[in-house]
């Protein structure tokens, strides 16, 4: 009898400690709300309406953004192959090219200096990489026009890719339908590899964590729709509405990815859609950028991840939801809890985030954005 109790002692203590961490997050997650709420109501803020500069919708021009580190060779071909573009097409508004150098070592501010190109380009640099987020927050100061277009290094446009945008664009804005930005179609440029990206992407809810993905039927991707949010390497974005929602958050998205679906859910939320050109073409050297990276990549994406559900579930029963569906995550699959680890360490930062997205005063909630694949046909059915 003795024995059989201590075998049930030593049992019921392995199974504690090996559900600990699942409920260390548990207790972590439930202060995390009561504390950001506390804070929120502390405050006596009321919400905030995002509303867009009327001034600055019609498209005047567009700059075109391009970040860039230690990929010299590719940054040329990209700088070349885009310039061909827009003098080829003669467009209907100005264009400009801004290059964001991230503190690269490999001579690209002197390749960037002698490359003929006829589009008025210019040039900064970082004296160290700060990261894809905030370069891009900076490059946004330096633009003159009301649209830009993220363009990444590895990102190879084809010919019509901002004619097409534009089109869209301006039939959108004459039926005063107001748009953070505009999504172009993703082609790899091995085309033996399996795709993963189309531009057209969705989100859905998981065990209260979240799966984000593109749709990759190609019945869904031959005609212009809404998207879950705009990929920060290749869509055309309305700046005014980009610093109103407060840029890219370079502080949780660290050091990438994330940040550019954190954006187009606020909008989102707050009513303003993102839409994706199914006649705008870009081709990507999938992942070229990132491969310098002493960590992979998918780490931080899903890590990321984790950081979104933390910011942006505002709906009391989405929380409940990752409450309590994130711990049995983290039992199942040890590398949920390496994501949780990583996130507490940015506790102050993601309740600043938190409370940011508290503030907002939304037009759509969590329920029904999370699973954009639902809430994009519901919104199709309204809209007939």
């Not at 839409?275 to 998918?298: E, G, I, Q």
């Not at 931080?300 to 309590?324: I, P």
Request: proline content about 3%.
């Amino acid at each position: 009898m003795l024995n059989k109790l201590r075998r049930i002692i030593k049992y019921s203590v392995r199974c504690f400690i090996y559900s600990l961490p699942a409920l260390v997050y548990f207790i972590y997650y439930l202060l995390f709300i009561l504390v950001s709420r506390a804070l929120f109501w502390a405050s006596g803020k009321a919400k905030i309406s995002i509303t867009p500069d009327k001034s600055k919708l019609t498209v005047d021009g567009i700059s075109i953004i391009i970040p860039t580190w230690n990929k010299r060779d590719m940054l040329e071909e990209c700088l070349t192959n885009l310039d061909q573009i827009i003098t080829s097409e003669k467009m209907m508004v100005p264009v400009e090219i801004i290059v964001i150098d991230n503190g690269s070592t490999d001579g690209t501010q002197k390749l960037v200096s002698s490359i003929p190109v006829r589009t008025p380009l210019k040039f900064y640099r970082f004296d160290s990489n700060m990261g894809f987020a905030r370069a891009i927050n900076h490059s946004i100061t330096l633009s003159r026009y009301n649209y830009i277009y993220l363009l990444n290094n590895d990102m190879f446009p084809r010919k019509f890719f901002l004619s097409e945008i534009l089109n869209f664009a301006n039939q959108l804005l004459s039926r005063n339908h107001i748009f953070l930005g505009i999504s172009s179609q993703i082609h790899f440029f091995d085309t033996q590899a399996r795709r993963e990206e189309s531009g057209k992407t969705y989100t859905l809810p998981f065990a209260g964590y979240i799966e984000v993905a593109h749709y990759l039927n190609d019945e869904l991707l031959h005609s212009n729709s809404i998207t879950a949010y705009l990929g920060g390497g290749s869509s055309f974005i309305n700046k005014d509405i980009f610093v109103k929602l407060g840029g890219y958050d370079h502080k949780t998205y660290r050091p990438m990815y994330g940040e550019d679906l954190d954006l187009s859910y606020k909008g989102w939320k707050v009513g303003i859609p993102s839409y994706y050109c199914a006649n705008s073409h870009v081709v990507h050297h999938h992942r070229a950028s990132s491969k310098s990276l002493n960590k992979d990549p998918s780490y931080f994406m899903y890590k990321n991840w984790l950081a979104f559900n933390l910011t942006n579930r505002t709906d009391f029963k989405m929380q409940l939801d990752h409450l309590f569906f994130y711990p049995l995550l983290i039992l199942t699959n040890p590398r949920f809890l390496r994501y949780a680890l990583d996130c507490v360490t940015q506790t102050r930062v993601l309740i600043s985030a938190h409370l940011n997205q508290l503030s907002l005063q939304n037009v759509y909630d969590d329920q029904r954005l999370l699973n954009f694949i639902s809430f994009e046909t519901h919104l199709n059915e309204y809209q007939k």
